[in-house]
């Protein structure tokens, strides 16, 4: 048994007991193919010869040729969504990729997809029907060119991650000519306004949110899913809460996709009263960015409301007693139960028409709430963000400072 050169290796050959073909191996020099034939004679002389373990095969990538649109898209929600999306984008997303991109572009290979292919769906999607998710009310609506902006966004962003997979050389949705589209002004009360709906408010639930909303800049899961940790800061005077989670109704599936790849922020589940089956989960979670986790300090109306709520809420739970389902909310039924951000938006609704007031959504109150700060703080961007939570302070002046005329007015009287 000699080493024999094989282009720039040695190859050794030789036999072992019980095969019937030859094993072959190949060293870099000379002297390490002498080397194993030195070590295979010694083993057969002693009897512990064994022929050599395979090597483990390597998993070679090979490229797909040939992927669909909608094999991109589950594979990009796989790949990247579920590691850099919360749960509500995740569902957004997969509820955007089912109804409007798979049925209309998930058989259309992604290599042939180009830009004019594009433009003509983002066009013939206005005329679609739009989807009513379940347990909303059917309605003649057509596809709303908010969410087929959004429809693109998710798409473009695909299509991005295929060219960096290598899928594709460039990136056809760079150069989409979209249905031109103008966000709605948010309507806004003036403090006025809002005083006025507060006056007329008699439901103490609605107040009390109403309350933390105008005074505190919160929204309306951080508000529902307020607990009394905040008890002691509130009764000796140091009037502040801290925001640490929020409440929301969430799909089960993409909490649970969430929580497979450690990257969940439930902190609670709530049980579930109705009978049937559902597919989502009232959860208290860990708000979505960090900025978002602050102290508010407490205006003395709503620190006064406050109290009063915990007291009202202490004699019930000695009322009733074991009836009372104790989450520790400081927003919540006679019995404990959370209330939801729907109720609440009914509620307000309710209101509206009965007073006649300016119609508004709820979170046109944090808008309204932000807009009066910043007036009667002397323009103090910063300190207001500080109440909102936001990571950039550009956010508190492009869509929380509201214009007020009167302001306006006696501006050009001072001019």
């Known amino acids: 048994m000699k080493p024999r050169k094989r282009g720039q290796q040695y190859e050794i050959s030789y036999r072992c007991p019980g095969y019937t073909k030859p094993f072959y191996e190949r060293f870099?020099?000379?002297e390490a193919a002498n080397l194993r034939i030195a070590?295979?004679?010694?083993e057969k002389s002693i009897g512990e010869f064994l022929p050599p373990k395979p090597l483990p095969e390597q998993v070679k990538r090979t490229a797909k040729k040939f992927i669909t649109v909608g094999e991109l898209m589950d594979e990009y929600v796989q790949v990247y969504g579920l590691n850099?999306?919360?749960d509500s984008f995740l569902s957004c997303s997969r509820h955007r990729i089912e109804h409007y991109i798979k049925p209309y572009l998930g058989n259309v290979a992604v290599k042939d997809l180009t830009t004019h292919d594009l433009d003509v769906f983002y066009d013939s999607l206005q005329d679609k029907p739009a989807v009513v998710l379940k347990g909303h009310k059917k309605t003649d609506a057509t596809v709303s060119l908010s969410v087929i902006e959004k429809t693109h966004a998710l798409l473009r962003s695909a299509l991005s991650q295929a060219v960096t997979w290598e899928y594709i050389k460039t990136n056809p949705a760079e150069r989409v000519t979209l249905p031109k589209y103008r966000p709605k002004t948010r309507d806004v009360w003036t403090p006025s306004e809002a005083q006025r709906a507060l006056e007329c408010c008699t439901d103490t639930v609605l107040h009390t949110t109403m309350l933390l909303a105008l005074g505190c800049s919160m929204r309306i899961g951080e508000i529902l899913g307020l607990t009394w940790d905040c008890e002691e800061s509130i009764m000796d005077g140091t009037a502040h809460v801290t925001i640490n989670k929020e409440l929301k109704r969430c799909q089960k599936d993409s909490l649970e996709a969430l929580s497979k790849r450690g990257r969940s922020k439930v902190i609670?589940?709530?049980?579930?009263?109705k009978q049937t089956e559902s597919s989502t989960s009232l959860v208290l979670k860990s708000p979505k960015t960090e900025s978002s986790v602050r102290v508010v300090f407490l205006p003395k109306t709503v620190a006064l409301a406050l109290r009063k709520v915990k007291e009202s809420q202490d004699a019930l739970k000695l009322l009733i007693g074991d009836e009372y389902s104790d989450f520790n909310l400081v927003i919540?039924?006679?019995d404990g139960r959370p209330y939801e951000e729907r109720q609440?938006?009914?509620m307000l609704k309710n209101l509206i028409e009965e007073f006649d007031l300016p119609p508004v959504v709820f979170h046109s109150l944090r808008h309204c709430s932000a807009s009066l700060k910043l007036q009667i703080g002397g323009g103090n961007i910063k300190a207001v963000q500080g109440d909102?939570?936001?990571?950039q302070s550009r956010m508190v002046t492009d869509l929380y400072a509201h214009i007020n005329h009167g302001d306006r007015i006696r501006l050009a009287q001072k001019m």
Not at 39 to 42: A, H, K, L, T, V
Not at 268 to 273: A, R, S, V
Not at 388 to 391: D, M, R, Y
């Open 332 to 334: 919540a039924h006679d």
């Open 39 to 42: 070590q295979i004679e010694y």
């Open 28 to 30: 870099p020099t000379y």
């Open 84 to 86: 850099h999306w919360g």
């Open 344 to 346: 609440i938006s009914k």
């Open 268 to 273: 609670f589940i709530f049980p579930e009263w």
């Open 388 to 391: 909102t939570g936001h990571a």
